[in-house]
């Protein structure tokens, strides 16, 4: 009784609630006052979300009805936040477009046992095409929860009903930029909001990061705050093809399952609700196929939240490599999606004293299946439980915004171990030095990355710190590997730990200056490049100078760095092409189009798919349509043929 569109928002929406219970309640077989709080709500959403779409599926007296039951049932009465939200643009809404490939939703599972199923499905289709079980390579990446678009170079669309969606190019037009300062025209992709920014930045002007989203998509006026989250590269178009990954064999991920998903999951600084599977071999991709609605040869494993409310303990300070105190919520331990919990963190120590966190007060916290609990809210608070001094020195703490701070940064016994901690396992090639040795050195004086490498030439000392033999042995060669072994050189930078200067940050950094040369940079150089903010400028520049000199004489230890490189040699920024949008329509004789493009991008274009109000050229091969040249050319698009723009291009 559903008509297709209907269809398409149910199985967008539902989350629990079954097709078949829907349409009882729609028939009057079950009553909607029979429901629990949760199937209400869900049947309120679908059904105003039909009705937003033009689709109604009750009247506007059976929703009233049903929203007054709702109002009375659900614990937070009229606050509940469905009838008190301002409510989001809905995809349906508006004029469309067509999508330039179809965007088929994602086959969704909730149990391992399903994933088994379907890995046994992929190696059942391997042997079909002569792919052996050892061939497969499954990929996995955190399913983001966040407002899925397309990107095709020249327009950004709303998913829309995977067929047709909305143009919402403005948003880039607005300074959405693309994660990781990668280029437009990635295609699939989800507008998300870092979960850091959010809780600091805008958790107390919105509900949650939906709004944001509904924002930065809303033809309306923008909010101001949400401008800047863009400005400041914190909300962003995230293509799919650029999400932290794990690639590898059935058989390893059947084995360590749950720490792959964990380690993916973690990897992420947005809102995620599971993680995408997908089979790697193109010949069994394609055998497998696609139904209607999903990719066959794709699959997620969705996790639901589960809430809990508990009662605080104590709330414990733990200092952290850069001096930041981290208040650690100790709760009274509550099962949650199938885990015991006993404590949560909280954002900052500011979160602790405004929302008065401390013994006795009661929290509601979520758990999104695999992820960490966080706390969600404060339903009762009590005195804010925040310490003087630091736990690990004594020192007298400091407020810097809304964090608290030891400032004993030479002497902090757990800011020198974590930050040499953190050097070594972001080099990632240093097994000997783990936490009880960095320990055990700093007892002993050993204190600095740069004093432990004196080790590597220094036997006796390390036989004084009781070490024997074989072990002194075994330490050195892990030292004179570290620094041997190949290495990335923005890993190099980013193990030095210092705020805001992570892997994908220092690897932008070094794709513009040498890592020699980063030293001597300003504020007004940083900011020049792509997704660097302001603030991050600032911040960059102050804690550079701040490590100058330890980083000089750790670089002159010779480590084995490799170059990165430069953005400005991968693209001759003389061509006349260079910034403009270039679409290619009709078949080439000079070479393939692929390889046209490819050239075209190498030259600093964008390639976009099809003609929009901002492409600069199009250019021409054989047999297109005169309607179509001078469509493009009212939008005032230049129309070259391939001869003109190779003469263009080669001049
Ligand atoms: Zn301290």
């Not at 696609?290 to 639901?304: C, F, G």
């Amino acid at each position: 009784m559903l008509n297709e569109i209907q269809k398409e928002i149910f199985s967008k929406k539902h989350e629990k609630l079954h097709l078949s219970l829907l349409i009882e309640v729609l028939e009057g077989i079950v009553e909607f006052k029979s429901l629990n709080e949760e199937f209400q709500l869900e049947i309120l959403e679908i059904t105003n979300a039909c009705y937003r779409a033009k689709h109604e599926l009750i009247n506007d007296r059976v929703y009233d009805g049903f929203q007054e039951i709702f109002k009375e049932s659900n614990e937070l009465g009229e606050y509940h936040p469905y009838l008190t939200n301002v409510e989001s643009e809905d995809v349906l809404e508006g004029k469309t477009v067509e999508l330039p490939q179809r965007m088929l939703s994602t086959q969704k599972a909730y149990t391992f046992k399903s994933i088994n199923k379907w890995l046994d499905n992929v190696i059942k289709t391997g042997n079909m095409v002569d792919i052996s079980e050892l061939d497969i390579e499954i990929r996995i990446t955190p399913k983001l929860d966040g407002y899925a678009g397309y990107d095709d170079g020249s327009t950004l669309y709303t998913r829309g009903n995977g067929v047709r969606g909305r143009d919402i190019s403005f948003a880039f037009e607005r300074g959405l930029q693309v994660a990781k300062s990668a280029q437009r025209g990635l295609g699939a992709g989800e507008i998300v909001i870092s979960k850091d920014y959010f809780e600091s930045n805008l958790s107390k002007y919105f509900e949650n990061s939906r709004n944001i989203q509904a924002s930065i998509i809303a033809e309306k006026n923008i909010d101001k705050r949400v401008q800047k989250a863009m400005n400041e590269g914190a909300a962003v178009f995230y293509p799919f093809s650029k999400l932290e990954n794990w690639e590898g064999k059935i058989s390893d991920l059947r084995s360590d399952f749950d720490a792959i998903t964990q380690n993916i999951l973690a990897s992420c600084d947005y809102d995620v609700d599971g993680v995408v599977l997908e089979c790697k071999n193109q010949k069994i991709k394609e055998k497998m196929g696609a139904t209607r609605k999903h990719h066959r040869w794709q699959i997620a494993l969705k996790s639901n939240d589960e809430k809990a409310q508990v009662e605080v303990l104590e709330v414990i300070p733990q200092t952290s490599r850069n001096g930041k105190l981290t208040p650690v919520v100790r709760i009274n331990p509550t099962k949650l999606s199938g885990a015991e919990i006993s404590r949560v963190t909280a954002h900052h120590y500011g979160m602790v004293r405004d929302k008065k966190i401390g013994k006795g007060a009661i929290l509601e916290i979520v758990r999104s299946g695999l992820v960490i609990p966080k706390i969600e809210k404060v339903i009762e608070s009590a005195n804010a439980d925040i310490p003087d001094v630091c736990p690990c020195c004594n020192e007298d703490l400091k407020w810097v915004d809304d964090s608290l701070y030891c400032l004993n940064t030479s002497a902090c016994k757990d800011q020198i171990e974590k930050s040499i901690i953190h050097f070594f396992d972001t080099l990632g090639n240093n097994d000997g030095f783990g936490t009880a040795t960095i320990s055990n050195l700093n007892k002993h004086g050993v204190s600095t990355i740069y004093d432990v490498y004196l080790l590597e030439n220094n036997s006796i000392k390390l036989s004084e710190l009781g070490y024997k033999e074989k072990t002194v042995k075994n330490l050195q060669d892990a030292l004179t590997r570290s620094r041997t072994v190949e290495i990335e050189d923005w890993r190099f930078l980013a193990a030095f730990g210092l705020n805001r200067l992570g892997l994908g940050v220092a690897e932008n950094l070094l794709e513009h200056h040498s890592i020699e040369s980063i030293f001597d940079l300003d504020t007004k150089e940083l900011v020049k490049i792509d997704g660097f903010a302001k603030k991050t400028a600032i911040q960059l520049v102050k804690g550079l100078s701040s490590i100058k000199d330890v980083f000089q004489k750790i670089y002159s230890l010779h480590f084995n760095l490799t170059v990165t490189p430069k953005k400005s040699d991968q693209l001759d920024s003389n061509s006349p092409i260079a910034g403009k949008i270039v679409v290619f329509t009709g078949a080439m004789t000079q070479g393939a189009r692929g390889d046209m493009e490819k050239q075209a991008k190498l030259l600093g274009a964008k390639v976009g798919k099809s003609v929009s109000g901002k492409t600069d050229f199009l250019i021409t091969g054989e047999k297109v349509g005169e309607n179509k040249l001078n469509a493009a050319r009212d939008k005032g698009v230049k129309v070259l043929s391939e001869e003109e723009y190779l003469s263009l291009i080669n001049d």
